[in-house]
């Protein structure tokens, strides 16, 4: 895998985010794309409902709440532990100095560990025989390139190699909802193959919200991930078109 240095670095371009990927030459990020190339029409309505300061204080703070899922997440997963309550007790105390750190509030704090802990007490974990990588970048030169960070690519009990993304939500999802979850992924699929070689056996969306406490797992075929990679190479294309 590529994971010099280099791969992590982003950098602001016309407020669009790149990545340096150290081939002298910078890929729009995945979520660039997708945010640039995709109807936005009802975020634009919300913000503009509820005002554009008081959207941004939303929007930051479910972010935090979703950075702090996103981080025990890793503590837990990364843990040299092998006893799961042994990694979660790791998970829980680092994730506080984390917090702490980053000067989040103690309701965006509780809030995060709550969806964390909705994937624990589901047994999601269980189904992650080996952690492959945790955040790592990929970058893909077709249509143009493009790069991005993956939350967890994982081994299954069977063996099989899946690319995972953790989505957070005030409530549950509707599949009609998620095209752009599924093209993200399946951008990251595409990436992984072409620098790796090897072709993962699919690809699944967790998303866990606030208001119960049931994930939801979407899983991904090789032939879902075939469709919605056309569709997001198709916006590759257009926005280095635009962006030349």
């Not at 979660?88 to 709550?114: H, M, N, P, T, Y």
């Not at 690319?163 to 752009?180: A, C, F, H, Q």
């Not at 606030?210 to 075939?226: G, H, N, R, T, Y």
């Amino acid at each position: 895998m590529a994971t010099a240095e280099g791969l992590s670095r982003t950098v602001q371009v016309k407020g669009m985010r790149y990545y340096d990927v150290g081939v002298d030459k910078l890929f729009p990020s995945v979520t660039t794309i997708l945010g640039a190339m995709t109807d936005k029409s009802g975020l634009d309505k919300w913000r503009n409902q509820v005002g554009h300061e008081k959207a941004d204080q939303i929007s930051r703070q479910a972010a935090n709440r979703g950075t702090v899922m996103h981080q025990m997440i890793e503590y837990y997963l990364l843990s040299s532990e092998v006893d799961p309550r042994a990694r979660l007790r790791e998970a829980q105390e680092r994730i506080l100095a984390f917090a702490s750190e980053q000067g989040f509030s103690d309701e965006e704090v509780q809030i995060g560990r709550k969806l964390f802990y909705n994937f624990y007490n589901s047994g999601s974990f269980e189904q992650i025989a080996e952690v492959v990588s945790i955040e790592e970048t990929l970058y893909c030169y077709r249509e143009g390139g493009y790069a991005g960070r993956v939350d967890t690519i994982y081994r299954k009990p069977t063996g099989e190699l899946i690319i995972s993304d953790y989505k957070t939500s005030k409530g549950p999802k509707k599949l009609e909802w998620i095209s752009n979850y599924f093209m993200q992924a399946s951008a990251y699929f595409v990436a992984y193959w072409e620098m790796t070689g090897e072709r993962p056996a699919g690809c699944e969306i967790w998303i866990s919200n606030e208001q119960d406490q049931e994930p939801q797992i979407f899983s991904m075929s090789l032939a879902d991930v075939k469709v919605h990679a056309a569709k997001f190479l198709a916006l590759v294309k257009a926005f280095h078109a635009q962006h030349a």
